[in-house]
T-cell receptor, first 113, second 110 residues
Framework: NAGVTQTPKFRVLKTGQSMTLLCAQD?????MYWYRQDPGMGLRLIHY???????AKGEVPDGYNVSRLKKQNFLLGLESAAPSQTSVYFC????????????FGSGTRLTVV | DAKTTQPTSMDCAEGRAANLPCNHS???????VYWYRQIHSQGPQYIIH???NNETNEMASLIITEDRKSSTLILPHATLRDTAVYYC???????????FGAGTTVTVRA
């Protein structure tokens, strides 16, 4: 089925460890986004990309890096995980057309101990 | 982007219409109103959007006041599966970065 796929779905990291979250979409969308959601809060934009090879900072980019080497993939990296990065991470994609909605993935639940 | 104000929570009876208000009194002429919902533990799901005319799709209806300072999302026949957090978002036409606030937690009761 067409959509946005996130891997892994769950992960537990120790403080200081690194990891990469993968987001893949098969809808030929130009724009891709990474959000985090903490308990009782809305989603906050971490980084986004407006096309292959491009990335830009969102609202809360510190402690994260991203790459968009292929149009269908958007990677989110944590170089040195901290407990404050415990959260649920959502990836989304959209067409370049301004009036279309976003398609979100099912989320990655990350716990840093 | 214009800010939005939504009630924190609301209840609705199954089978009845659910009317979700959103205030966006500082909206600009080129800003669209978007509605998304997030069912527990899932990613947000796009519902509907509009500029100034009322809109309807298979999921819901969107009523925007003539002065565009507020809108109402209508779920015509709420079911238990409509229990979710509903987000009202106002977005500038050339800004593709959505911002999600706390939304309205809607509980549909049998």
């Amino acid at each position: 089925n067409a959509g946005v796929t996130q891997t892994p779905k769950f992960r537990v990291l120790k403080t200081g460890q690194s990891m990469t979250l993968l987001c893949a979409q098969d809808m030929n969308h130009e724009y891709m986004y990474w959000y985090r959601q903490d308990p009782g809060m809305g989603l906050r934009l971490i980084h986004y990309s407006v096309g292959e090879g491009t990335t830009a900072k969102g609202e809360v980019p510190d402690g994260y890096n991203v790459s968009r080497l292929k149009k269908q993939n958007f990677l989110l990296g944590l170089e040195s995980a901290a407990p404050s990065q415990t959260s649920v991470y959502f990836c989304a994609s959209s067409y370049s057309d301004r009036v279309t909605g976003y398609t979100f993935g099912s989320g990655t639940r990350l716990t840093v101990v | 982007d214009a800010k939005t104000t939504q009630p924190t929570s609301m209840d609705c009876a199954e089978g009845r219409a659910a009317n979700l208000p959103c205030n966006h009194s500082t909206i600009s002429g080129n800003e669209y109103v978007y509605w998304y919902r997030q069912i527990h533990s899932q990613g947000p799901q796009y519902i509907i959007h509009g500029l100034k005319n009322n809109e309807t799709n298979e999921m819901a209806s969107l009523i925007i006041t003539e002065d565009r300072k507020s809108s109402t999302l209508i779920l015509p026949h709420a079911t238990l599966r409509d229990t979710a957090v509903y987000y009202c978002i106002v977005r500038v036409h050339n800004d593709y970065k959505l911002s999600f606030g706390a939304g309205t937690t809607v509980t549909v009761r049998a």
